[in-house]
């Protein structure tokens, strides 16, 4: 939950913030959570659709009495666009605005009528914080670079204290865990979806499986299609079911990132992949695509294995090339440890704070990358 991160990280010194967000129950726990860090919600507002002017004009009337800053959370480039749509049209009446974009969706490209939506909702907006370079680019297709940032997320320290001390205890990691202690534990983190690739996993497990009898294809999340029953019936037809285990959706996802060998990353195109980062704490070498937010975290041959997008048979060879050579995904997790560490809370919350004196100020960013993300 990257926004209660960044809450509960806000330098009380230097900014008093206070959360507003639609009535939703999935988003009872980001209150709570922000309400145990000293952030008061100051309402549940959602707006449904164009027509509810009703939620307009209540979001309206508390952005325009909001004395500060309001800082958008976009889970994509249409979040919040009825929000948005809701300020003053005219700028001496709009109140300074920020957001923060998450995502690299939609996949296609919207429709005229959307487009123009998205830019004049977007045109609200005096500054943007991407939290990759590629989310950057998409961005920049309706708005100016110049009102870019890059403020990559990042990890609590609990969270990089926790995946440290859990790596030493992989032996009994695994135990409890009910993972054999020989096995070779390529883990797939994220929900079972087509977007998130695991089927092209699951495709390639038998060869693996040839290769490396031993290798155990770990998926960990919620499976909503029945996903995981088809894959598995799949496997044992093709004599890899004993390489294959959905442990579901698990409130320690640590513990089983730190139980893994190699972190497996088939999916599409992300904005800024939090469970890379994890596992580069985790001391885990990471296999990916070379596309979206993962370009911005894993350093080819140092951190992980990136094939060409699309590359089924490239990215076939990086997964046996980890599993062969064990001195290579020690030292890559290693380094990979290191390079996570680079992701703190202070380095990110620097942009952001320089975002907010720019915003008050009416200075646009500088020109070029900002933030901790590398040139």
Same mark, same amino acid.
């Given at each position: 939950?990257?926004l209660?991160?960044l809450l509960?990280a806000l330098?009380?010194s230097?900014v008093?913030p206070a959360?507003v967000?639609p009535p939703?129950?999935e988003?009872d726990?980001? +209150?709570?959570?922000a309400?145990?860090?000293?952030?008061p919600?100051?309402?549940?507002?959602?707006i449904e659709?164009? !027509?509810d002017?009703r939620g307009?004009r209540?979001?309206?009337r508390l952005a325009l /009495?909001?004395?500060g800053?309001?800082?958008?959370?976009?889970?994509?480039?249409?979040?919040c666009?009825h929000?948005l749509?809701a300020?003053p049209g005219r700028?001496s009446?709009?109140?300074p605005?920020a957001?923060t974009l998450?995502?690299?969706?939609p996949l296609?490209a %919207? $429709?005229?009528f =959307?487009?123009?939506r998205?830019?004049?909702?977007?045109?609200r907006?005096s500054?943007l #914080?991407?939290v /990759?370079r @590629?989310?950057?680019?998409r961005a920049?297709e309706?708005?100016?670079?110049?009102?870019?940032?890059r403020?990559?997320?990042?990890?609590?320290?609990?969270l990089?204290?926790?995946?440290?001390?859990?790596s030493r205890?992989? #032996?009994a990691?695994?135990?409890r865990?009910?993972i054999?202690?020989? @096995?070779?534990?390529?883990l797939c983190s994220?929900p079972l /979806?087509?977007?998130?690739g695991?089927?092209l996993? +699951?495709e390639?497990?038998?060869?693996v499986?040839?290769?490396?009898?031993?290798f155990?294809?770990?998926l960990l999340?919620?499976?909503?299609?029945g996903? *995981?029953?088809? !894959?598995?019936?799949r496997?044992?037809?093709a004599?890899?079911?004993?390489?294959?285990?959905w442990?579901g959706?698990s409130?320690e %996802?640590m513990a089983?990132? #730190?139980?893994s060998?190699l972190?497996?990353?088939?999916g599409?195109?992300? $904005?800024?992949?939090r469970?890379?980062?994890?596992?580069?704490? *985790?001391?885990?070498?990471v296999? #990916?695509?070379?596309?979206g937010?993962v370009?911005?975290?894993?350093?080819q $041959?140092e951190?992980?294995l990136?094939?060409e997008?699309?590359? =089924?048979?490239a990215?076939l *060879?990086? !997964?046996l090339?980890?599993l &062969?050579e064990?001195e290579l995904r020690?030292r890559m997790?290693?380094r990979? =440890?290191?390079?996570?560490a680079?992701?703190?809370? &202070? =380095?990110t919350?620097e942009?952001?704070m320089?975002?907010?004196r720019?915003?008050?100020?009416?200075?646009?960013a500088?020109?070029?990358?900002s933030g %901790? $993300?590398r %040139?």
């Open positions: 939950m990257a209660a991160d509960e330098d009380r230097q008093e959360l967000c939703y129950e988003l726990p980001l +209150v709570r959570r309400a145990r860090a000293g952030v919600c100051l309402g549940r507002i959602g659709d164009s !027509w002017f307009k209540a979001f309206r /009495s909001f004395p800053v309001l800082h958008f959370n976009l889970g994509s480039l249409d979040s666009r929000h749509l300020l700028p009446r709009r109140p605005a957001a998450h995502a690299l969706t296609r %919207p $429709g005229a =959307r487009a123009r998205r830019r004049k909702a977007l045109g907006l500054m #914080a991407a /990759s @590629a989310v950057a680019d920049a309706f708005l100016l670079p110049e009102r870019i940032v403020a990559p997320n990042f990890l609590p320290p609990s990089l204290d926790e995946a440290r001390r859990l205890e992989k #032996a990691l695994r135990a865990l009910g054999p202690g020989d @096995a070779l534990v390529g994220g /979806s087509r977007h998130k695991q089927e996993l +699951v390639l497990l038998p060869r499986r040839r290769a490396h009898p031993s155990l294809l770990l999340g919620r499976d909503r299609s996903l *995981a029953r088809a !894959w598995r019936e496997l044992r037809a004599g890899a079911g004993d390489g294959f285990r442990a959706w409130g %996802p089983w990132t #730190a139980a060998d972190l497996l990353l088939p599409g195109p992300e $904005g800024f992949s469970v890379v980062l994890e596992a580069m704490a *985790a001391g885990l070498p296999l #990916a695509f070379r596309r937010g370009l911005d975290l894993v350093r $041959g951190t992980g990136l094939a997008p699309g590359d =089924r048979e990215f *060879a990086g !997964w090339r980890l &062969e064990e020690r997790g290693e990979g =440890r290191e390079e996570a680079r992701f703190t809370p &202070e =380095r919350l942009v952001y320089d975002l907010y720019r915003i008050r100020e009416g200075r646009p500088p020109p070029g990358p %901790p $993300g %040139p």
